[in-house]
């Protein structure tokens, strides 16, 4: 199909996805990111958040969150390689709020600069998460 670009989403752990789709969006370093097939080449980090591919042919858009990494894109071919990747479906907001209230007091606790940046880090990663989930519930 010449209207479909092929879209790989992998993690240290598993391959979370592999398939054609119309269009795919993340958010990347310098902000969200629209890719339609034949894009102009390009490789970027990504940050936490929702990784958004509207698969080949119709059906339901799929949802997959990521905790950065990076992103390379070719005329016919996405690769992300995410530093953790979860699907939309396997994501769990309470788990999600309560690790985001752990990386907040953990924050707060943080004595040298070093342990800060970690704790902002980690808490940012959450707060995406959380996010991601919100934006990614059934409208009722």
Same mark, same amino acid.
């Given at each position: ?69 990076? $992103?390379?894109? +070719? ?5 992300? $390689? ?18 985001? #209230? ?10 040298? #600069?070093?342990?800060?940046? #970690?704790? +902002? ?7 995406? +998460? ?8 059934? #409208?009722?």
């Amino acid at each position: 199909m010449a209207n479909t670009i092929h879209v790989d989403v992998v993690s240290a752990e598993a391959s979370i996805y592999s398939g054609e789709a119309e269009f795919v969006a993340l958010p990347g370093e310098e902000g969200e990111l629209g890719i339609y097939p034949r894009h102009t080449p390009f490789i970027t980090r990504i940050k936490p958040g929702a990784v958004r591919i509207k698969p080949a042919g119709g059906g339901e858009e799929e949802l997959i969150f990521v905790a950065g990494g990076i $992103l390379e894109v +070719q005329p016919s071919v996405i690769t992300v $390689l995410a530093d953790t990747a979860i699907r939309g479906h396997d994501l769990d907001e309470a788990k999600a709020t309560e690790a985001l #209230k752990l990386a907040e007091e953990a924050r707060s606790n943080a004595l040298d #600069k070093l342990e800060i940046a #970690k704790m +902002q880090s980690e808490y940012a990663m959450m707060a995406a +998460q959380l996010a991601a989930i919100r934006k990614l519930r059934p #409208k009722k």
